[in-house]
């Protein structure tokens, strides 16, 4: 049974019994990259708490079409930081 897992992905781990545990097995060469907001502690004593999350916003939409656009993905948010794979 394929469960979802495109057959273009099942082909190219050789994995063709369709199940997620075999699939799970691949590996491959990846970089992790972390990006945080420059002075965020001092921005939080300084700024209005509705400025800094629109800002906060604003920098993880940018970063994460930048991200996008490079093939990549946001993995996770940390506080003021994301994780890109």
């Known amino acids: ?6 057959p273009y992905l099942l082909l ?3 994995t063709l019994d369709g199940t997620v545990t ?3 097995h691949l590996r ?3 970089s992790g990259m972390v990006v945080d907001m420059r002075n965020f502690t001092i921005l939080t004593r300084q ?5 800094l999350a629109e800002m906060m916003s604003a920098g993880f939409r940018n970063a994460g079409a930048i991200i996008r656009n490079r093939g ?3 993995d996770k948010y940390i506080g003021d930081a994301l994780m890109a794979l």
């Open 22 to 24: 075999s699939i799970l």
């Open 72 to 74: 990549s993905w946001v």
């Open 47 to 51: 700024t209005n708490e509705n400025l």
């Open 1 to 6: 049974m394929n469960q979802g897992i495109s």
């Open 28 to 30: 491959k060469l990846m």
């Open 12 to 14: 190219n781990t050789g």
